[in-house]
């Protein structure tokens, strides 16, 4: 248990961020627990005491009924409030320590794209994000508060007994001491595996499932989709089995704590009846020690719970940590260093010396490769399929470390810091990406922070010079809802989004770079020829490197390099 402890221990230290708010649900917590445990028992000293002076018309005139009365009301408004508080307070801490842990994930995976990340899978990356770090939220509320409630409440009761009586209270002391000594441990070994287990196999499951629903055209096409519906009933027989499993253990943990709720009990009232009848300890007393006893149980519940949850707990912050704790193949500085402002004569100047490259698990792809552009100049890259073309474009924009040497404005690449490398160019990659946004929203991401935003007006001229004016209406196109992956427009409209993109970027006057990856595949020869016009018209005063295997792009360059595999 010490283990997992230890590597649940830099969540736990994330709380820290958020003290104040867990410091004030737990002691609202504690506050409802000591609210439960005193009208319990001062209603069960009420009743019998009551009882009793009612014997006689004596005992019943003198007998205070008020000050009682007005201790059980008390006790359950604060119980009341002290429940809604506790649960309102620990809910807004728990939302907002997910929330800081989504961001710290977040910021740990953005800087491993895409050379750390290419062992995990998409769908195994979301998994983790989403449903490893909501398996975390329980780690204060179903872990740490109820321990720390269990142990107050545990020594709230001692402390009273033994106000009363000495042998109850030393019997509550052993018997509560072990409970909360050896619960956790025992039922974290009973559910540690299943649990594990029950992370895993359910993680394999959504990955199934995201394959299934995002590749149904393909699997439809190829017949395929009676075998992934297959794999996925295996992975949902799987989770079904651990699931039972971790039940069994649940059902086992209420029955212990039943049986051992049933037998402190009748071990405090026998002791109790011992004491009346050796030091005359009152029935009203006797009966209060049971229920507080009753009472300080409900704390003592959700221990095997929390315990047995550990090990599901511990695999999924686990599984966090391989992927945060992974060091970026490709580190920038946090500011530029030595670059400064590229005289005229070298801005725009891009050079690559003895570049060798190789993907992991693959042959080389690039040996001693050399290039050189100079400013303002127009160069296409020509090639057989693999030959390292598109390689070239991703180290240029150091999404991938690479031996050799690449000059930027007559500094090296790696001497750049992230933002002002992004500045300096406008990359057009092969593969256009679309976030589930409006298309305003997937326009302006092509913005920096420095430069002014677009009018919705200049965004509707682009819009009508790549030819996208189509889509909507005038008064709706910006605020179209894209979809998933732009699932809603063809492939020619996604890449005319992605040139527009570029024609966003090259308007910053920092920009003197410009990448294309195939900046024409898919359209049609009329749509080509005019999207090659207007980057003809934009690449004034930048530098232009294209990958392409269509002839009239050429029409972009001064000069064709042939890249050899």
Request: proline content about 5%; overall charge negative; hydrophobic content about 45%.
């Amino acid at each position: 248990m010490f283990e997992a402890l230890r590597d649940l221990w830099p969540y736990l230290r994330l709380t820290g961020h958020y003290g104040g708010r867990f410091t004030a649900g737990y002691l609202l917590a504690l506050a409802t627990l000591v609210a439960s445990v005193g009208l319990l028992a001062l209603s069960g000293w009420f009743i019998t005491a009551t009882a009793i002076a009612g014997l006689s018309v004596a005992t019943a005139q003198v007998f205070n009924f008020f000050t009682p009365g007005a201790g059980v009301r008390g006790f359950s408004i604060a119980r009341t409030a002290g429940r809604y508080g506790e649960r309102i307070v620990t809910h807004d801490a728990t939302f907002h320590l997910l929330a800081g842990l989504r961001v710290w994930f977040f910021e740990k995976v953005e800087p491993l794209a895409p050379a750390g990340l290419r062992r995990f899978r998409q769908g195994d990356l979301l998994n983790r994000l989403v449903a490893d770090i909501d398996t975390l939220d329980g780690l204060y509320l179903r872990l740490i508060s109820p321990l720390m409630l269990a142990v107050m409440a545990s020594l709230a009761l001692v402390i009273l007994s033994v106000i009363f009586t000495t042998d109850v209270a030393l019997f509550l002391a052993v018997v509560l001491g072990v409970i909360v000594l050896v619960l956790p441990g025992l039922f974290y070994r009973l559910g540690s595996k299943p649990g594990d287990n029950l992370a895993r196999t359910r993680g394999v499951l959504r990955t199934r499932l995201l394959d299934f629903v995002s590749g149904q055209t393909e699997l439809h096409l190829s017949g395929a989709t009676g075998r992934y519906r297959a794999r996925i009933e295996e992975a949902e027989q799987q989770v079904f089995n651990d699931e039972q499993r971790i039940a069994s253990v649940t059902g086992f943990s209420l029955f212990l704590v039943t049986l051992l709720t049933g037998v402190t009990v009748a071990g405090v009232l026998w002791l109790g009846i011992l004491d009346k009848e050796t030091t005359g300890l009152a029935g009203p007393l006797v009966v209060m020690l049971v229920l507080a006893t009753l009472a300080a149980f409900e704390a003592i519940m959700p221990l095997p719970g929390a315990f047995q949850m550990l090990g599901q707990t511990r695999r999924s912050a686990a599984r966090l940590t391989e992927v945060a704790e992974q060091k970026p193949a490709v580190v920038f500085p946090r500011a530029s260093q030595g670059t400064g402002e590229p005289d005229i004569l070298s801005a725009g100047r891009l050079e690559l010396t003895g570049i060798h490259f190789t993907y992991p698990t693959s042959d080389p792809v690039l040996q001693n490769f050399n290039l050189t552009l100079e400013p303002n100049e127009r160069v296409a890259l020509t090639g057989p399929t693999g030959c390292g073309k598109s390689t070239i474009l991703q180290l240029l924009s150091r999404d991938w470390p690479c031996d050799g040497q690449i000059m930027l404005n007559d500094s090296l690449l790696d001497s750049y810091s992230e933002s002002d490398l992004r500045r300096q160019m406008a990359v057009m990659p092969q593969r256009i990406h679309l976030f589930s946004a409006t298309l305003r929203d997937n326009l302006l991401m092509a913005c920096t922070p420095e430069m002014p935003k677009p009018s919705d007006e200049s965004l509707l001229e682009l819009l009508e010079e790549v030819r996208l004016s189509h889509i909507a209406p005038e008064a709706e196109l910006l605020d179209i809802w894209l979809g998933a992956a732009g699932q809603s427009l063809s492939g020619g409209e996604q890449r005319r989004i992605g040139l527009a993109r570029v024609l966003l970027r090259m308007r910053d006057p920092e920009c003197r770079f410009v990448l294309l990856d195939e900046p024409t595949e898919g359209l049609d020869p009329d749509t080509e020829g005019r999207m090659i016009a207007v980057l003809n018209e934009e690449l004034l005063g930048k530098t232009l490197l294209v990958v392409t295997h269509r002839p009239a792009a050429l029409e972009l360059v001064e000069r064709i390099v042939a890249v050899s595999s």
